[in-house]
């Protein structure tokens, strides 16, 4: 089955973010201190040891990632229905606004708004996500053009 995705949504939301998804997955994982030192400016820095929720609450992170990136391969490689593939990205819109407001409502406006100072994770948490979120109401929108036709329709056509 083809896509039901114009051609850079499809890149985007088929390949660049389930990838990126797996970064987000890997990250707290992987390297939990500048995970978590990496979601506040550096000038106010997570005291180590961390506290045993401040661990959980990154390791459930990187479930949250992994299954949001597993869930949009799902629908969006498995999907023949266009109403599934919309509701999947307008629900993430959604999840795009509360995940930029939760790092804006702890790190404030001036850090939020202070781009030359962002760490990789706020350039994720923030820069990544608002671009995401901008190409997802496009989509919605329909600024790409007509979404893609599944094989089955093409070759009842």
Known sequence: MLSLLPTWPFILFGIIEPLSMVGGFLAPLLDTDNFIAGQTPPTNPPPLPHHASTLVLSYQIANIYGLVGLLAVGVIYGSSERHVVRNLILSLAVADIGHMYAMYAVI?????LDVASWSPVAWGSIGFT????????????????????????????
């Open 108 to 112: 404030g406006l001036e850090a939020f």
């Open 130 to 157: 608002g671009f995401l979120f901008v190409n997802r109401v496009a989509y919605l929108l329909g600024a790409f053009g007509s979404e893609a036709a599944t094989t089955n329709e093409k070759k009842r056509n």
